[in-house]
């Protein structure tokens, strides 16, 4: 059984940094696109960032969050700088691949971040 557990969300003050991290259970993810996700009340989960061949960003987070893996520990990582009151959401972490006909896709309880103006 896959398990993500999730860490460093928390309230933090306008301009302010704040780092996610993820860690998987289980076998090697280093194939697996990981990635972070994020839903504010009212609205729909959006992607943040992937990184797998290559590492993708949401335009709105572009230039202030990084995200980084470590295949050894199965963990990925999001780096949140300049924070604003508009990434406050509940932060979700993603594993998924495709592979020999099936999608594998795990996620994260979730870490809520709260920016303050």
């Known amino acids: 059984q896959v398990q993500l557990v999730e860490s460093g969300g928390g309230l933090v003050q306008a301009g302010g940094s704040l780092r996610l991290s993820c860690a998987a259970s289980?076998?090697?993810?280093?194939?697996?696109?990981m990635g972070w996700y994020r839903q504010a009340p009212g609205k729909q989960r959006e992607l943040v960032a992937t990184?797998?061949?290559?590492?993708n960003y949401a335009d709105s987070v572009k230039g202030r969050f990084t995200i980084s893996r470590d295949d050894a520990k199965n963990t990925v990582y999001l780096q949140m700088n300049s924070l604003k009151p508009e990434d406050t959401a509940t932060y979700y972490c993603?594993?998924?691949?495709?592979?020999?006909?099936?999608?594998?896709?795990?996620w994260g309880q979730g870490t809520q971040v709260t920016v303050s103006s």
């Open positions: 993603n594993f998924r691949r495709s592979a020999f006909g099936r999608v594998y896709d795990y």
């Open positions: 289980g076998s090697s993810f280093s194939a697996y696109v």
């Open positions: 990184s797998g061949g290559s590492t």
